[in-house]
């Protein structure tokens, strides 16, 4: 990777995990004490955060300009869905979440088939970032507007290595074991960042200022999902 695309990369990390170490609910000393209902809370609501990505990359795949960008996302959406090459039967990762989930007596489809885990900031999170696809091609156009997207795609995927050790953390103080934590955990080791690594760098190259717009995006979007998230909990969760 090209060092300037790695310094950026860097120093973007380093921003996003300190003002991520600021919000409560990566305090695992505060979420230990959490009662049943408020973790039952967090596996609602985290869900609304989480699942809908999935989609998206579908829906990339139909707006992506090439075999890359094409195979990238299919390859992503396949781990996703847990589709194996050979044969294997492996779970998806809504699958794993539910298990995560009914470890603390949480059914997450019950959940929402009953409406009960959409907040408005959890709607502006998932809207906001189909908006701001959309946007993005109708306002730059196809090509760069395809830069930003995929830059905005990759911050999220370099984002699974960071939140879920923090994630990880919080289900430990919870008090979740053994196969509970088997979602947390795969997201800690995942590599969606990799599959459009090259394509990133080769972004960077000609056109860093859509990585800086789409990384940015991505770090705003997330920290104040979370954060919101993190009050909902605090102020009003016990
Ligand atoms: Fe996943
Ligand atoms: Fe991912």
Redesign the pocket.
Known sequence: MNADLESFIRGWREAYVKQQQAILLFNPELTAKFTIAQQQTFFVIFDELRRH?TGLLGYLAGLAPDQQYKRALLQ?WK??NGVSDDGRELFSHDDLYRRAASSVGVDVLVESHAGRTRRSYTDAFNDGFVRFIVEQIVISGRKIGWNRIWSAVEA??LL?NVDYPAFLRLAHSFGLKGEALTFFEI?CL?E?FELGAESLDEIWAVDSDSVRIGFAFIKKLQLTAFRALSDELFVRGK
């Open positions: 990505f992503n781990e996703e999220y995927e699974d997201h995942v969606h």
